[in-house]
């Protein structure tokens, strides 16, 4: 069975597995406070070109989310996303549950338009009872978003710009950010996104690691007592060299970028091939995320060789499904894939 279900379906790139095993024994100080951890930032922060990060390591992309969300908005405040914005959608309401509504606006494709940020926002300090309303505190974007499709430097530099006007932090799901930035399509840098919002994150879940994802900090603006924040979101590991081990590999010689690349060279591949073969594409995704509209009958024959996720129902006749590559995905497998469509 092929499967091209999501971007996390292996165990961790060989090196970063190799360098957990050569430094197992080693006895190191727990919750962060090693020299793998520093590490590890010092190597982010010059990726990022940004020497005053603050960087934190928790292990996944809804945890961070919730913690981020949670730690950096007043109790009255809620979090703007597009209403197809995975915090909206795909968090099991974990955002909520921290006592947070997600605020919807209009999505297009993932992504959202400054423009509706800005009316958003502008709308409700215009409305003379928003005293009795969720006060919009921040706005949260991904990067690539859960379309698979990416904000340009001019788009995401718009938003920024919004967020500044109106005093609110622009914070950057990063779960998939190697994948987004090695795209042909991208026109942003590493350093580009600290400079343009708040804080993001750095997936290493999907992209090479056990587990994992980097918060970085970009304007000092941490909040205070932050180990006591993870702590009672049970966040703070005690094997903090965990995950600072992983992300200290990852950032050498290039690592991350270069596996990112592998899951996006097959994945253009892969959209190539669909097209050529007269599938029709729910959209042009230049990311890892491909999205295909299948035929029922279609989408059942060829589940029986290889795994896929739902998308979403079209018609009664037709579904789009989603296939992923990966930093670990194989030419072979890729190839197997194709004469299989």
């Not at 399509?185 to 992209?207: E, N, Q, S």
């Not at 979403?312 to 197997?336: C, P």
Request: hydrophobic content about 35%.
């Amino acid at each position: 069975m092929l499967n091209f279900e999501s971007d996390y379906i292996e165990g961790a790139h060989q090196k970063v597995l190799d360098r957990l095993v050569k430094t197992n024994m080693e006895q190191l100080s727990g919750y962060g406070a090693d020299c793998y951890t520093d590490s590890a930032r010092e190597k982010i922060k010059a990726a990022c070109n940004c020497p005053d990060a603050q960087i934190e390591f928790v292990t996944g992309g809804t945890q961070t989310n919730q913690l981020v969300i949670d730690t950096m908005l007043k109790s009255f405040e809620g979090v703007v996303a597009a209403r197809t914005g995975h915090v909206a959608v795909h968090e099991a309401g974990a955002i909520e549950y921290t006592g947070h509504k997600v605020l919807e606006i209009p999505g297009y494709e993932g992504k959202m338009k400054a423009e509706d940020l800005d009316s958003y926002i502008g709308t409700f300090y215009a409305d003379g009872n928003h005293e009795h309303m969720v006060f919009p505190g921040m706005v949260y974007i991904s990067f690539p978003t859960e379309y698979g499709t990416l904000y340009s430097k001019n788009e995401l530099t718009q938003i920024s710009d919004v967020c500044h006007k109106y005093k609110v932090p622009l914070f950057i799901d990063g779960a998939r950010l190697g994948y987004g930035l090695k795209s042909p399509d991208c026109d942003l840098t590493m350093a580009d996104v600290a400079r343009l919002c708040d804080v993001f994150y750095i997936g290493g879940t999907k992209v090479g690691a056990l587990c994992g994802e980097a918060i970085v900090y970009t304007k000092g603006n941490r909040p205070e007592h932050f180990d006591n924040h993870k702590k009672r979101h049970g966040a703070l590991l005690a094997k903090g060299r965990l995950l600072s081990v992983q992300f200290d590999e990852l950032f050498t010689d290039n690592l991350y970028f270069d596996i990112s690349e592998n899951a996006i060279t097959l994945a253009m591949e892969l959209k190539n091939a669909f097209k050529q073969k007269g599938y029709e594409l729910l959209l042009d995704s230049p990311t890892n995320q491909q999205f295909v509209i299948l035929e029922n009958k279609k989408m059942e024959e060829l589940a029986k060789e290889v795994k896929f996720s739902f998308w979403e129902k079209i018609d009664e006749n037709h579904t789009a499904v989603r296939f992923a590559t990966s930093w670990a995905t194989t030419r072979e497998n890729l190839t197997k894939l194709i004469r299989l469509l």
